[in-house]
């Protein structure tokens, strides 16, 4: 895999944002939410924005290894299972959150252990997009998006620089 060619930079405050804007999504589907799981690492942040504003107490991880570096999305492995009790009923009334779906590997393989309940991310990809339920910005394929945690403070090109000659 190349490196993608657009890049998107999210500050903190953009995140907490983007987070409450799926908490907003989330409220106004019509089900009591018995949980979230959230798919680490990137779920933690936004599972805790999100249990803040819906009142949900109960954050459960799923640990599935995707990036295995930065450019490269190597093999998916399961390294910490969903707890059985929430497992009940293929997963009905929890709700799942992630940062990202990509291209949808992840997506599935949770998907896949609770069928019934929601998947909500903040940002979507063309090519994971089916694989969820709510989100709040979608962005094209060939974007890199980088996240707050993975950032520090340096100087960006603008971009009339980058496409130039």
């Known amino acids: 895999m190349s490196l993608p060619e657009k890049a998107f930079p999210v500050s903190w405050d953009q995140f907490h944002r ?18 979230i799981v959230c798919i680490t690492r990137g779920g933690l942040v936004p599972a805790a ?14 640990c599935v290894a995707s990036y295995h570096d930065y450019t490269d999305q190597g093999e998916l492995r399961i390294l910490k299972e969903i707890s059985p009790e929430l497992l009940t009923n293929d997963g009905e009334g929890v709700l799942i959150v992630d940062d990202l779906t990509d ?24 090519k994971g997009r ?10 094209s394929q060939d974007t890199w998006i980088y ?19």
Do not use: C
């Not at 999504?25 to 089900?31: Q, S, T």
């Not at 803040?52 to 991880?61: K, N």
């Not at 291209?103 to 063309?126: L, Q």
């Open 49 to 62: 924005v999100i249990s803040r504003e819906l009142g949900i107490r109960l954050i459960e991880t799923v």
């Open 147 to 165: 996240f707050p945690w993975d950032m520090g403070f340096t100087y960006q090109k603008p971009i009339a620089d980058s496409t130039a000659g």
């Open 103 to 126: 291209t949808g590997k992840t997506a599935a393989i949770v998907r896949a252990m609770m069928p019934k309940a929601h998947f909500a991310a903040i940002y979507a990809k063309p």
């Open 130 to 139: 089916p694989m969820i339920d709510t989100f709040v910005t979608e962005v």
């Open 18 to 35: 983007d987070a409450r804007a799926l908490a907003w999504r989330l409220a106004g589907v019509n089900v009591k939410w018995r949980a």
